[in-house]
């Protein structure tokens, strides 16, 4: 029997009806507060896929009465926006225009730029939508028309809801009883990665794939778990997840949370990707470790090295062996400080040329020699070690490095300070 997909046959009729985003829907909220108001400003919505976007404007645009033109950028053109403008002016645009821009990310500025005009006027109210960054990609006196809101990725408990109104319909639609355990729709629910559509569509494949047996199909916690093993979590390669996941990597090794570090390396590796946190791996193992424990990039770099030859799925391995590591090593990020404080001096113009000593050649004049300028060879000297000038005359008193409170950079201080001191 052919039917809807069940994401069509789910799909809310009105704000209560929409799984998630209580931050904006729950009653009180103030975007909610603006659309029972009924005057609908432009908008962009901004968040991952299949977590209500296109559903909340289609709600809207029916609450509203306007005319809904529902574009997509992929596919539609400047003559496109321009035929729907234009019905703003006949029986059609009576109760207003709404354009409803999918992926507006791919529209380039000068097709963004036909929106403006009209968007600023108010002959249409515009809703966008996108799964990337809008400060990023869309054209700024656009977006400063627009009110931002973030839709986020649903709870579990959420997409829940979601599965057990799926089994509910398909029962009354075909007329058989779904069997199947709290386990194994729990198992559906956690895999969506925060999608509803992908539970959806495991259901659908599940409701064509198990036969009925005397009026009922029986799902198993083993049939369901074939059908979203591939599913977990979301990831693309080029978009906001893969940074937002490179920075949880980082931001949690730097935290010194293990646990965290390898959920989010997991989430690397299970979706193939080794090259990018093992950058984060020897990023961290300087930026954060440094000097407190110096051969941490060494050892990292080594299980890198594993990791590539080894390949997915042993790749895992050495690179979760690296995120242990570096997530409990002693921290210290004076290789960071220390660099951007000398660099900060370089891009403002300090830093003028060379102490005569350390300027390169072969033998000082008798000139030079006289007026006692000429280089000191520390090795010739007690602890291997003579005062003289090293920085730039402008830059001579400047200290960048501060020693990190770590064991291993106060042993090194300590060592200095008595020789210096002497």
Known sequence: MNRS?????????????????????????????????????????????????????????????????????????????????????????????LIYLDEIQYFNKKQQQTLLEVVENGDVTLIASTTENPYFYVYGALLSRCTVFEFKALQWQDILQAVNRAFSILSGQENVEYIISDDAKELLARSAGGDVRKALNAIDFLSVAVKEENGTKAITYDQVSQVVSKSYGTYDREGDEHFDLASALMKSL??????????????FLEAGDIITPSRRLLCSACEDIGLAQPQAISVVNACVQAAERLGLPEAYLPLTEAAIYLATLPKSNSVTTTYYAAAEDIRSGEGKGFPRCLQNVHADSAEVENKGQNYLYPHDFPSHWVKQQYLPSDLESVHYYVPGDNKMEQLAKQYWDNIKNK
């Open 5 to 97: 997909p069940l994401a069509s046959l789910l799909r809310p009729s009105s704000l209560d009806d929409v799984f998630g985003q209580r931050h904006l829907l729950a009653r009180g909220q103030m975007f909610r507060e603006a659309i029972e108001a009924g005057r609908i400003p432009n908008m962009v919505f901004y968040g991952p896929s299949g977590v209500g976007k296109t559903t909340v404007a289609n709600i809207i645009a029916k609450k509203s009465n306007m005319q809904l033109y529902r574009l997509n950028a992929t596919t539609a053109s400047i003559s496109d926006i321009k035929s729907a403008i234009a019905d703003s002016s006949t029986l059609l645009g009576i109760n207003g225009i």
């Open 254 to 267: 730097r935290g010194s949370d293990p646990d965290a570090a390898v959920h989010y390396l997991a989430r």
